[in-house]
């Protein structure tokens, strides 16, 4: 049995465990309190590899070594270097391999990211040296291994990078991006949070560059999220694996898609430039059969939906932060939740990431919904929520 470490979007974990799960991982959300951990559990590394390659609602995934308290304090650094030279990295990194630490820090601490990094280093090179002599050599760039060590708060893990430089939101298709995109991963979230089926008709009438339509579209194929990406994760250069045949093993993964999937999908903005961009991505996504676009002021949704012709409505509206104003952002909202009494079936859901919560919360029993979930998350680096209503 193998213990990995996911790493999501705060306050989403327990629908990144629902997509693990679904997946094949023993996960568990939130151990030791800790938000934005999931821990899974896999047979062997390669399932753990499978699992990266997969999950749509995952940042990272990594093979955990060790684990361990360490202080809040300058102290905490040394703390980090007696838990990382615990390990026996011989059994990871071969004479010849090259390795970095690549660390995530997370909370009040007296060190940074950069001295957790460096301390790190030291401590791999260090119990290398006193194992066989040999200093191990370090590439800061296209190592053949990236060890993590992550510190949330008072918990470090320290472990073996399975994805690569660049996170799982990453997506390769998205070459548009609307200026207050959403995050993909957790649009993928909100679309497992609003239990959508193929079959029912999903609607965002907000949609800027497309990324929640999108997402549902793969999401309804089963295509894995490194499709697009399959040349970026690390653990093709894990000297582990050396003898694994990567490109056929993908092959094999991309098996459980199914590209004849036919999903009810509909993206509308008001803006024809984000729509074309909504669209680019989508041809690029792979997706434009099962998906249809439009130009559309959210307010005019009634025009193109008759009463009860859409089951889910999954949609990022303005937040009124960084452009545009509160009272056009209120008012956005009001037209969103007008425009969702006006199609929505009586098994009807809306899911809306938004930076004002309040505002839906007071508007929805008037359109006959109710709130039934709230996920406290970040939008970038705003406090947002996502709400998930349903008819009465």
């Known amino acids: 049995m193998v213990k990995g470490l996911f790493t999501t979007p705060r306050g989403v974990e327990d629908l990144v465990v629902r997509e693990l799960r679904g997946l094949g991982v023993d996960a568990h959300p939130r151990l030791f309190g800790l938000e934005g951990w999931v ?8 399932a753990l590899a499978q699992a990266c390659y ?43 391999a090259t390795f970095c630490v690549r660390s995530t820090r ?16 030291q401590a791999v090179i260090d119990r290398v040296m006193a194992q066989t ?10 190592p053949d291994v990236s060890v993590r060590v992550d510190v949330t708060g ?45 079959e029912e008709q999903l609607v965002d009438p907000m949609c800027g560059s497309g990324t929640i339509v999108i997402e549902a579209a793969l999401l309804a194929r089963r295509v894995p999220v490194g499709f697009f990406r399959k040349a970026s994760f690390a653990f093709h250069t894990l000297p582990r694996f050396a003898g694994v045949n990567f490109d056929d093993l993908m092959l094999q993964w991309d098996t459980v898609a199914d590209w004849t999937v036919q999903a009810k999908l509909f993206g509308s903005d008001i803006s024809p ?20 676009w439009r130009v559309l002021d959210v307010a005019d949704l009634p025009q193109v939906f008759v009463k009860g012709s859409v089951q889910v409505i999954v ?10 104003s509160p009272q056009r952002a209120r008012e956005a909202h009001r037209q969103l939740m007008a425009g969702a009494d006006a199609v929505l079936s009586d098994d009807g859901r809306l899911v809306v990431i938004t930076h004002h919560p309040e505002w839906l919360e007071t508007m929805a029993p008037v359109v006959g919904l109710t709130v039934t979930q709230r996920y406290e998350v970040l939008h970038g ?12």
């Open 39 to 46: 821990w899974g559990f896999v047979d062997d590394p390669l």
């Open 54 to 96: 997969r999950a749509r609602t995952i940042f990272r995934g990594m093979l955990v070594l060790a684990e361990g308290e360490v202080r809040r304090t300058q102290d905490g650094l040394q703390d980090i270097y007696e838990l990382v030279k615990s390990v026996d990295w011989t059994e990871w990194l071969p004479p010849e």
């Open 106 to 121: 997370n909370g009040r601490h007296a060190y940074q990211s950069p001295d957790i990094e460096r301390i790190g280093g």
């Open 133 to 142: 002599r040999h200093r191990q050599r370090v590439r800061l760039t296209r």
């Open 154 to 198: 008072e918990r470090c893990v320290v472990g073996i990078d399975f994805v690569g430089e660049e996170a799982l939101h990453r997506r390769n298709y998205r070459v548009y991006d609307h200026p207050a995109a959403i995050n993909a991963v957790l649009a993928a979230a909100m679309v497992l949070a609003s239990e959508w089926r193929p």
């Open 273 to 292: 430039k984000h729509l074309r961009g909504a669209q680019q991505n989508a041809e690029r996504a792979l997706v434009t059969d099962t998906t249809q």
């Open 315 to 324: 949609t990022n509206p303005p937040f009124g932060v960084r452009s545009g």
């Open 381 to 392: 680096d705003l406090p947002a929520a996502i709400l998930v209503m349903r008819r009465q």
